[in-house]
């Protein structure tokens, strides 16, 4: 906890840029040394990113990213609404981009995706035995959902093919830390 201290920054100041889905606020903080400087973050609800694996397959969605000018493959996955836990948000998500249910559900991790301008906390679900959902996305949610055998998924991370952090870290782990078992 010592160590903490030395290193720990104190908010002097904080003022909302912007307040939507997400924030954005401007802090000023007194650093360390005693000097005082600005920090810029992202205010996030947090959100939850599903693992939707069946037999030797996984389920991923396809989606235009507008701040990279691109489609990705990725793990359906999702914000927080108000009030949602992070397991209630993980079912939502999976039926509305997916139109699967699962039985079973394991918490795998939560991570800081961004921790250096991001508040958003990550919490990622392993979900198995489906059953059909009904799909319902949003109005401006235009997904593709396909179902990969998870060799190819591991070929494609390995290829640069597959670049979204959070696919990443939780396939990785998947296959260090469950499928080996």
């Known amino acids: 906890m010592s160590n903490y201290s030395k290193l720990k920054e104190t908010k002097l100041s904080g003022q909302k ?9 401007k802090d000023i903080v007194r650093l360390p040394n005693g000097k005082t400087s600005s920090r810029v973050y992202l205010a996030h609800r947090g959100a939850s990113a599903i693992v939707p694996i069946e037999g030797n397959n996984i389920y991923l969605v396809k989606q235009y990213r507008y701040p990279i000018g691109r489609t990705t493959w990725e793990l359906p996955a999702g914000k927080f609404e108000p009030g949602q836990t992070p397991l209630g ?32 906390l990550l919490h990622i679900y392993l979900a198995t035995d489906f059953t059909k959902g009904k799909r319902h996305l949003d109005a401006d949610e235009f997904v593709t959902v396909k179902k990969f ?14 670049r979204d ?12 830390f469950i499928e080996k078992k």
Do not use: M
């Open 17 to 25: 840029i912007y307040e939507g889905v997400v924030g954005f606020n």
């Open 89 to 120: 948000c993980a079912k939502a998500e999976l039926e509305q981009e997916t139109g699967l249910r699962a039985k079973h559900w394991k918490k795998l991790i939560a991570f800081y995706p961004s921790s250096a301008f991001s508040t958003e």
């Open 149 to 162: 055998p998870l060799k190819t998924v591991y070929e494609k991370i390995r290829k640069g093919k597959i």
């Open 165 to 176: 952090a959070k696919t990443l870290i939780a396939l990785l782990l998947y296959r260090s």
